[in-house]
């Protein structure tokens, strides 16, 4: 017997079943939809869930406009396309035996959508009684369901300063999928939309409508996991409850609280900025709710990042800070040599506190300090997170215990590119924090530019699609769907452990500061927002009109909250005009920033049991060959007298994990090493696995954690900032593949590293890692730019070595992480003397001594030096390699292993060895202009009271020559010079 082919007959099927290979669309449907209008895109193909391939990576079964000749009358409007002979081959197969067909299929033959051609429904219209058409309505009912879910939020009621929200966008019409008026009361299959099988068309449009098209457009069908779109999907489109009336009273009491103060601050302190939130309270009401989230369900702790836009607000009415310490900062009568780090302006200090909620529950929660660079916080905060994770959780333990938000700028998020990069890191190894929580505060303006300027896309959150994040644009004038969205957002990252964005639509009441008068670049915008009332007006009016509360419970919670403000003003106008600032003194700040002497030196059982885990590898693990003979040489150096560089890396980290000192170390391609001298983690030539030596050091060790990082430089080391902020008990290393890309996070180094002491009082123990050295390789692998940093230094903010010596270099890391004052360290590391035979140490300079920021010149009598050449880095090898070979014996080369804090005492008590008429020259590679020529010259003519000559490059824009032959002619006419 004959029959029609399946797709006659089939209304809407729920999926294709697993393992089943489908083909691609037909060009036809992504021409035209049925009405015309243009068809989803090709993103829109690849996710639709309902008729799609559920497994990841695969094609999807889509309902197309076929032109197919298939048997039976052409079925006009959306079918399967290309992809119906496998439809009609399977449903052949069951039809003669159904255990022939996999279970999904049979269940998916079985199901009421593909029954629902054969099926008449009670209430439907007299056209629809035939099979075919039935069957080609139902795909197109499927299809306006899969048009929502793809594109509904661009017809969603975000826009506080929208006139026609939800207008304009035919393709959701009824009419772009040949539905109509006719229609509405017919029933189709829906295959668990809205959790049924079968509903009207009014009914499914109803819902669409609540889902899509409200106060809440949401983006998720770009996420590419199954069960995430199904779950938001079930989320969204289910009923939505009204808040009860406890919770009613709680966004009413927040969004009074973040107007009142807003207000207050503007009366008071009338031409003083403060970057308000007006417009944008819903934030308040937005963080309160993830909070309460964070105590419900047993989160040890929250940290939020955000820039400076309702940063005061957020302090008070979420961390906790005092009304008083806020004024205080107005009336500049905080202590501002405090610890809390009033060196910098009010809108960017950070804090910590108790979020307590009205119910009693209380969570830590802090604010992380930050400059005006914006976006730049975001991986700052995220570095926190994950060491705050690492105390609580373990080293890469799952539970997730700190919860980060990191609240962002319409503009920023879109324009600045350090967003794109943590974003990146959200599920890499080394970086993950369990998923953040980005709250876009979006005025729809950046300053004075308009988003038609200022972004390409439709969205400033666009870029968050690069990770599959789900994305809630919400009307941050209905505070309700805020609270509501702002859960979803928190269940979401708890159940997943991906990011989430909340784009929160508002607008920005006064200009960029309260000084600045925006209706002179958008004069329409600003006409509309003085005409609109707050969002606690328009809230509480909403209550009052629906009997939930009366006008005098309104004012009431607002007068009490007005009146802890005043007495709060009136403690701080009663305090003392501060004094003048004092210098700080020798307590506060070293004269020069030299840390005190620590010991460094291991026992010589301890560096051979370090030496010895190298070789010791699992039973059956296999060693690539060209690595194996690396490690067996290390073994051998310390009997020899000749540990390398990476030997002494390897003994300082491993002594320190046997002292109970983490490391984590950081950066691309860190783990082998870019120059192949590391080997900190061992991948099996065989199976892939890996192994990490120095995690095989005996019970107590700490844990060492070597991490390959993402292709980045900014976000990368921003990370590793916050990372060393909250573990001091830690060695946190960040290396550059060349020092001279660590360019490309020069913001992080000159707002966080250098100076968030002076600013924030915030102690770093970051070190950098940063190969440097003129060798031939061209301007962009030459120089890590030591002047930079140079420029840089002062009030004992940090530590900037270039070691010479494996020795020196083990001593160095150890002082870095035993020492008592932390702050960051910055080194030059080499690279041709990786393997340099001159540039080894014996194992006495291991289990002996301490880092020495001079190496003094044992090789000449002293009496008799007509000529002190003091250097840094590699040079020094280049000039002694020339001194040898001339036989000269009448030259002193000094070397400076430190740069600062300046080795004034070290230096000057060698200089003082030599004739006071002999002569000082400054030797270095670099050209004039750069290295460390015009940071020591003064230093030393001080110290060696005569002028200091010098020897370099001449002064270039650039740091080298890009031919090899030209740089090395350039190195032998300087280093004859030196001698001349």
Same mark, same amino acid.
């Given at each position: 017997?004959?029959?029609?082919?399946?797709?006659?007959?089939?209304?809407?099927?729920?999926?294709?079943?697993?393992?089943?290979?489908?083909?691609?669309?037909?060009?036809?449907?992504?021409?035209?939809?049925?009405?015309?209008?243009?068809?989803?895109?090709?993103?829109?193909?690849?996710?639709?869930?309902?008729?799609?391939?559920?497994?990841?990576?695969?094609?999807?079964?889509?309902?197309?406009?076929?032109?197919?000749? #298939?048997?039976?009358?052409?079925?006009?409007?959306?079918?399967?396309?290309?992809?119906?002979?496998?439809?009609?081959?399977?449903?052949?197969?069951?039809?003669?035996?159904?255990?022939?067909?996999?279970?999904?299929?049979?269940?998916?033959?079985?199901?009421?959508?593909?029954?629902?051609?054969?099926?008449?429904?009670?209430?439907?219209?007299?056209?629809?009684?035939?099979?075919?058409?039935?069957?080609?309505?139902?795909?197109?009912?499927?299809?306006?369901?899969?048009?929502?879910?793809?594109?509904?939020?661009?017809?969603?009621?975000?826009?506080?300063?929208?006139?026609?929200?939800?207008?304009?966008?035919?393709?959701?019409?009824?009419?772009?999928?040949?539905?109509?008026?006719?229609?509405?009361?017919?029933?189709?299959?829906?295959?668990?939309?809205?959790?049924?099988?079968?509903?009207?068309?009014?009914?499914?449009?109803?819902?669409?409508?609540?889902?899509?098209?409200?106060?809440?457009?949401?983006?998720?069908?770009?996420?590419?996991?199954?069960?995430?779109?199904?779950?938001?999907?079930?989320?969204?489109?289910?009923?939505?409850?009204?808040?009860?009336?406890?919770?009613?009273?709680?966004?009413?009491?927040?969004?009074? #609280?973040?107007?009142?103060?807003?207000?207050?601050?503007?009366?008071?302190?009338?031409?003083?900025?403060?970057?308000?939130?007006?417009?944008?309270?819903?934030?308040?009401?937005?963080? +309160?709710?993830?909070?309460?989230?964070?105590?419900?369900?047993?989160?040890?702790?929250?940290?939020?990042?955000?820039?400076?836009?309702?940063?005061?607000?957020?302090?008070?009415?979420?961390?906790?800070?005092?009304?008083?310490?806020?004024?205080?900062?107005?009336?500049?009568?905080?202590?501002?040599?405090?610890?809390?780090?009033?060196?910098?302006?009010?809108?960017?200090?950070? #804090?910590?506190?108790?979020?307590?909620?009205?119910?009693?529950? #209380?969570?830590?929660?802090?604010?992380?300090?930050?400059?005006?660079?914006?976006?730049?916080?975001?991986?700052?905060?995220?570095?926190?997170?994950?060491?705050?994770?690492?105390?609580?959780?373990?080293?890469?333990?799952?539970?997730?215990?700190?919860?980060?938000?990191?609240?962002?700028?319409?503009?920023?998020?879109?324009?600045?590119?350090?967003?794109?990069?943590?974003?990146?890191?959200?599920?890499?190894?080394?970086?993950?924090?369990?998923?953040?929580?980005?709250?876009?505060?979006?005025?729809?303006?950046?300053?004075?530019?308009?988003?038609?300027?200022?972004?390409?896309?439709?969205?400033?959150?666009?870029?968050?699609?690069?990770?599959?994040?789900?994305?809630?644009?919400?009307?941050?004038?209905?505070? %309700?769907?805020?609270?509501?969205?702002?859960?979803?957002?928190?269940?979401?990252?708890?159940?997943?452990?991906?990011?989430?964005?909340?784009?929160?639509?508002?607008?920005?009441?006064?200009?960029?500061?309260?000084?600045?008068?925006?209706?002179?670049?958008?004069?329409?915008?600003?006409?509309?927002?003085?005409?609109?009332?707050?969002?606690?007006?328009?809230?509480?009016?909403?209550?009052?009109?629906?009997?939930?509360?009366?006008?005098?419970?309104?004012?009431?919670?607002?007068?009490?909250?007005?009146?802890?403000?005043?007495?709060?003003?009136? %403690?701080?106008?009663?305090?003392?005009?501060?004094?003048?600032?004092?210098?700080?003194?020798?307590?506060?700040?070293?004269?020069?920033?030299?840390?005190?002497? !620590?010991?460094?030196?291991?026992?010589?059982?301890?560096?051979?049991?370090?030496?010895?885990?190298?070789?010791?590898?699992?039973?059956?693990?296999?060693?690539?060959?060209?690595?194996?003979?690396?490690?067996?040489?290390?073994?051998?150096?310390?009997?020899?007298?000749?540990?390398?560089?990476?030997?002494?890396?390897?003994?300082?980290?491993?002594?320190?994990?046997?002292?109970?000192?983490?490391?984590?170390?950081?950066?691309?391609?860190?783990?082998?090493?870019?120059?192949?001298?590391?080997?900190?983690?061992?991948?099996?030539?065989?199976?892939?696995?890996?192994?990490?030596?120095?995690?095989?050091?005996?019970?107590?060790?700490?844990?060492?954690?070597?991490?390959?990082?993402?292709?980045?430089?900014?976000?990368?080391?921003?990370?590793?900032?916050?990372?060393?902020?909250?573990?001091? +008990?830690?060695?946190?290393?960040?290396?550059?593949?060349?020092?001279?890309?660590?360019?490309?996070?020069?913001?992080?180094?000159?707002?966080?590293?250098?100076?968030?002491?002076?600013?924030?009082?915030?102690?770093?123990?970051?070190?950098?890692?940063?190969?440097?050295?003129? %060798?031939?390789?061209?301007?962009?692998?030459?120089?890590?730019?030591?002047?930079?940093?140079?420029?840089?230094?002062?009030?004992?903010?940090?530590?900037?070595?270039?070691?010479?010596?494996?020795?020196?270099?083990?001593?160095?890391?150890?002082?870095?992480?035993?020492?008592?004052?932390?702050?960051?360290?910055?080194?030059?590391?080499?690279?041709?003397?990786?393997?340099?035979?001159?540039?080894?140490?014996?194992?006495?300079?291991?289990?002996?001594?301490?880092?020495?920021?001079?190496?003094?010149?044992?090789?000449?009598?002293?009496?008799?030096?007509?000529?002190?050449?003091?250097?840094?880095?590699? !040079?020094?090898?280049?000039?002694?390699?020339?001194?040898?070979?001339?036989?000269?014996?009448?030259?002193?080369?000094?070397?400076?292993?430190?740069?600062?804090?300046?080795?004034?005492?070290?230096?000057?008590?060698?200089?003082?060895?030599?004739?006071?008429?002999?002569?000082?020259?400054?030797?270095?590679?670099?050209?004039?202009?750069?290295?460390?020529?015009?940071?020591?010259?003064?230093?030393? %003519?001080?110290?060696?009271?005569?002028?200091?000559?010098?020897?370099?490059?001449?002064?270039?824009?650039?740091?080298?020559?890009?031919?090899?032959?030209?740089?090395?002619?350039?190195?032998?006419?300087?280093?004859?010079?030196?001698?001349?």
């Amino acid at each position: 017997m004959s029959r029609p082919p399946l797709r006659a007959r089939t209304g809407l099927a729920s999926k294709v079943p697993h393992g089943q290979r489908c083909a691609a669309p037909s060009d036809s449907w992504r021409g035209r939809s049925p009405a015309g209008s243009d068809a989803p895109d090709d993103e829109a193909l690849a996710t639709a869930p309902s008729i799609g391939c559920p497994e990841r990576g695969k094609k999807a079964i889509h309902p197309v406009a076929s032109t197919s000749s #298939a048997e039976g009358p052409a079925l006009h409007g959306p079918e399967f396309g290309l992809n119906e002979w496998l439809v009609d081959e399977q449903y052949e197969r069951y039809l003669h035996d159904p255990g022939s067909v996999d279970e999904e299929w049979r269940d998916f033959f079985v199901s009421p959508a593909s029954a629902a051609g054969r099926q008449e429904h009670p209430g439907a219209p007299a056209s629809d009684t035939n099979p075919r058409e039935a069957a080609v309505k139902a795909v197109r009912v499927a299809a306006l369901i899969h048009a929502h879910r793809v594109r509904g939020h661009l017809a969603a009621d975000i826009d506080p300063l929208s006139a026609a929200p939800g207008s304009g966008h035919p393709e959701l019409d009824i009419t772009a999928f040949g539905l109509g008026e006719e229609d509405l009361e017919a029933e189709f299959a829906v295959d668990g939309f809205a959790g049924r099988s079968m509903m009207t068309l009014r009914d499914v449009l109803d819902v669409l409508r609540t889902a899509y098209r409200g106060t809440v457009g949401a983006e998720y069908m770009h996420i590419q996991a199954f069960e995430e779109r199904r779950w938001v999907q079930e989320r969204i489109e289910a009923p939505s409850r009204r808040l009860d009336r406890a919770d009613q009273l709680q966004v009413l009491y927040r969004l009074g #609280a973040a107007e009142a103060f807003e207000t207050f601050l503007q009366t008071k302190y009338v031409g003083q900025k403060r970057y308000s939130l007006e417009g944008g309270e819903s934030a308040i009401v937005l963080l +309160d709710a993830l909070l309460q989230r964070c105590i419900g369900h047993g989160v040890g702790e929250a940290v939020i990042g955000m820039a400076h836009r309702g940063r005061l607000n957020v302090l008070a009415n979420i961390v906790g800070k005092s009304y008083r310490d806020v004024f205080h900062e107005f009336e500049d009568a905080a202590d501002i040599l405090s610890a809390q780090g009033s060196g910098d302006v009010k809108y960017h200090l950070g #804090a910590e506190g108790t979020y307590r909620a009205l119910d009693g529950g #209380a969570i830590p929660v802090s604010v992380v300090a930050n400059p005006s660079h914006l976006e730049i916080v975001g991986p700052v905060a995220e570095g926190v997170v994950r060491a705050k994770q690492d105390l609580a959780d373990g080293e890469g333990g799952e539970v997730f215990s700190v919860l980060p938000v990191v609240v962002h700028g319409d503009a920023a998020f879109a324009g600045q590119g350090v967003v794109a990069e943590t974003l990146n890191m959200s599920q890499l190894p080394g970086y993950r924090t369990g998923g953040t929580v980005h709250v876009v505060i979006n005025n729809q303006l950046g300053f004075t530019t308009a988003p038609a300027s200022g972004r390409s896309g439709t969205y400033a959150t666009a870029v968050a699609r690069t990770v599959e994040a789900p994305i809630f644009h919400v009307n941050a004038d209905d505070p %309700e769907a805020v609270v509501r969205i702002a859960r979803l957002a928190f269940d979401y990252r708890r159940t997943f452990h991906k990011d989430v964005v909340i784009d929160l639509v508002c607008y920005r009441r006064h200009g960029h500061s309260e000084v600045d008068d925006p209706s002179i670049t958008q004069p329409a915008m600003y006409d509309r927002i003085d005409a609109r009332p707050s969002v606690r007006k328009l809230y509480a009016q909403s209550l009052v009109d629906r009997g939930e509360i009366d006008e005098r419970q309104v004012e009431g919670a607002l007068r009490d909250y007005r009146e802890r403000l005043d007495r709060a003003f009136a %403690e701080t106008r009663a305090l003392p005009v501060p004094g003048p600032r004092k210098p700080a003194g020798p307590a506060a700040v070293p004269r020069d920033g030299t840390p005190p002497p !620590v010991p460094t030196a291991v026992t010589e059982a301890t560096a051979r049991h370090v030496i010895a885990s190298q070789t010791a590898q699992p039973p059956d693990f296999t060693v690539h060959p060209r690595v194996l003979p690396q490690l067996r040489r290390r073994t051998a150096m310390p009997d020899a007298g000749t540990i390398d560089w990476a030997t002494a890396e390897t003994l300082a980290i491993g002594s320190l994990l046997m002292e109970g000192v983490p490391v984590r170390l950081s950066g691309q391609d860190s783990r082998r090493g870019t120059f192949g001298q590391r080997h900190a983690v061992l991948t099996d030539r065989r199976t892939g696995a890996e192994h990490t030596p120095l995690n095989a050091l005996g019970p107590g060790a700490a844990d060492f954690s070597p991490y390959d990082s993402m292709l980045s430089e900014m976000a990368a080391l921003a990370f590793e900032y916050g990372y060393s902020l909250e573990r001091p +008990d830690a060695l946190v290393l960040w290396e550059a593949q060349f020092g001279d890309f660590a360019n490309g996070a020069q913001s992080v180094v000159d707002e966080y590293i250098a100076s968030s002491e002076q600013k924030w009082g915030e102690r770093s123990g970051v070190t950098l890692l940063l190969p440097h050295g003129l %060798e031939g390789q061209g301007p962009d692998h030459s120089s890590g730019r030591i002047e930079r940093f140079l420029q840089l230094c002062a009030q004992g903010n940090m530590t900037v070595a270039v070691p010479t010596l494996p020795g020196n270099y083990f001593h160095l890391l150890r002082q870095q992480a035993l020492g008592e004052r932390r702050r960051p360290l910055v080194v030059f590391t080499p690279k041709s003397m990786l393997r340099l035979k001159e540039a080894t140490s014996a194992l006495a300079d291991f289990t002996t001594g301490s880092f020495r920021p001079v190496l003094p010149d044992g090789a000449v009598d002293a009496a008799g030096v007509r000529r002190v050449l003091l250097c840094s880095g590699k !040079v020094f090898y280049d000039l002694d390699a020339y001194r040898r070979d001339a036989g000269l014996r009448d030259t002193a080369i000094v070397r400076l292993e430190r740069l600062y804090p300046f080795p004034d005492a070290e230096l000057g008590a060698e200089l003082a060895r030599f004739p006071a008429d002999a002569e000082v020259r400054w030797v270095q590679e670099e050209a004039e202009n750069q290295g460390a020529w015009s940071f020591v010259r003064h230093r030393v %003519e001080h110290l060696a009271d005569r002028p200091l000559g010098r020897i370099s490059r001449p002064s270039a824009s650039a740091p080298a020559v890009g031919s090899a032959r030209r740089h090395a002619a350039e190195q032998r006419e300087l280093v004859e010079a030196a001698f001349r």
